[in-house]
């Protein structure tokens, strides 16, 4: 059975835009100004063309044929590199990484909600909002589609509230001097703010049940990218224009802070309902996009396959759902979340330095599949784009990889011994690995 196309592009924008922005942007905006001053807001702008050379792969991909299909950048490079393992492994990293992330959105909100309301156990409320979601994507895509359409439309409105009234009382003053700590401090940030884009490539993951894929997923990608990042910038340069960036890299509401210098005793009410949904949208979509992950790793027959089935009744991957669920709620209950989160950073960024290079060689070892695609850049472009991608993903990750090497490697040993399992399963049945990957975008339903 497959999954059901229930998802039109109001949807895309709601599962992309809800599941970009976090909690964070609410809660620890202030944190960067401690590393760089006032021009945060600049960073994010300065980051936008890193941001569209990385979409552009996904743009040029999700308007094939594979547009159709879960699986986002597994997919992309598997196919275009003809290799199961070679798409397998970059998105591995994102996989476990998603997890992490699941669990900790999950116990943030449940310390939020304990410390908000002063009752409840954070950890018994981490879970019940875990199970709720939970219950919630099983049920169908549908349901996930309406809630998260809802949710991100009140998230919208309450940074609404925040952002307009803001704009009016913002200090020019509180931005001078604009670099404190130097170009050094600026450039350091840079690798840490690119994780608030982290999830753009989110929707890459619903093209099994978006009604017209190919069309509506590239132009609300590239759509809600810049929508984000004018969300980010408007926020940001509010948060550093009303507070000096001292007093907000020391706090640990900054925009309640914010908000209570021009808003009512409401705007405590409206920053509050704000995190809640940044919570549950984050939390909502990933949910959603991580059961998509397994279950196309189990459809290629590189994990058992079991977990490529989808119900009769709902039209979901629910065991995909159930054992990321499961795992998440042992990462919770056992503490271990951090072993998993480490590699956050490090796995978006070696999964879309992959991705970019897929992009790179598409037109060259895949033409086949390029012209398939609907939106065709020049190969200049393509690329151009690419390789500015690479090399400036490379360098955040430079940055941050000797930190994080001995949990990569371990990981990535993991990831092998997976693979190799489930491929053995795939073989013993008689699966056409190599026929999967050669003819994938004429078949696509």
């Keep these: 059975m497959k999954l059901q196309r229930s998802l039109g592009k109001w949807h895309g924008y709601a599962l992309m835009i809800g599941g970009m922005i976090g909690s964070g942007i609410f809660v620890v905006t202030g944190e960067a100004g401690a590393q760089t001053g006032p021009s945060v807001p600049l960073g994010y702008v300065a980051l936008l063309p890193i941001l ?35 798409g397998f492994i970059f998105m591995w990293f994102q996989f476990i990484a998603l997890l992490g992330v699941m669990a900790v959105i999950a116990i943030s909100f449940g310390e939020y909600v304990a410390t908000l309301t002063n009752w409840g156990n954070p950890l018994l409320l981490a879970t019940a909002i875990l199970g709720f979601f939970y219950i919630l994507n099983v049920t169908g895509v549908k349901w996930f589609g309406r809630i998260q359409l809802t949710m991100t439309a009140i998230l919208f409105v309450s940074i609404l509230v925040l952002v307009i009234p803001g704009l009016f009382h913002i200090k020019p003053a509180n931005f001078q001097p604009l670099f404190p700590f130097g170009l050094n401090g600026f450039l350091s940030i840079l690798p840490s703010l690119f994780f608030a884009y982290f999830g753009f490539e989110q929707l890459a993951q619903a093209g099994g049940e978006m009604r017209d894929p190919q069309r509506d997923m590239p132009k609300t990608m590239l759509r809600g990218s810049i929508i984000t990042m004018i969300i980010y910038f408007l926020v940001s340069i509010v948060a550093f224009g009303v507070l000096p960036y001292t007093e907000l890299a020391a706090s640990k509401s900054a925009m309640a802070d914010v908000a209570a210098i021009y808003l009512p005793s409401a705007g405590a009410l409206v920053v509050n309902i704000g995190i809640l949904m940044a919570f549950a949208t ?89 012209n398939t695609a609907l939106y065709r850049p020049s190969k200049s472009i393509m690329v151009g784009c690419g390789l500015f991608s690479i090399v400036a993903l490379s360098f ?10 001995p949990v990569i490697a371990i990981w990535t040993v993991l990831g092998i011994v997976i693979y190799m399992l489930g491929k053995l399963q795939g073989k013993k049945k008689g699966f056409d690995y190599k026929a999967s990957l050669s003819t994938d975008w004429d078949n696509v339903a």
């Design 282 to 370: 984050t939390l909502n979509s990933l949910i959603m996009v991580v059961s998509r992950i397994l279950f196309t790793f189990a459809d290629d027959h590189i994990v058992p396959t079991s977990l490529a089935t989808v119900s009769k009744r709902f039209g979901t991957p629910h065991i995909a759902l159930t054992i990321n669920t499961v795992i998440v709620g042992v990462l919770l209950w056992t503490g271990t979340m951090n072993f998993v989160l480490t590699i956050a950073l490090q796995g978006m960024f070696l999964m879309y330095i992959g991705h970019s290079a897929s992009l790179v060689a598409l037109p060259f070892v895949r033409p086949q599949l390029f």
């Design 52 to 86: 569209l050379c990385t979409a552009l792969a996904y743009l040029v991909f999700l308007s094939t044929p594979l547009g159709k299909s879960p699986g986002g950048a597994y997919t992309h490079i598997s196919r275009t590199f003809n290799n199961h393992f070679v």
């Design 396 to 405: 955040f990750s430079y940055k941050l990889i000797t930190s994080v090497l």
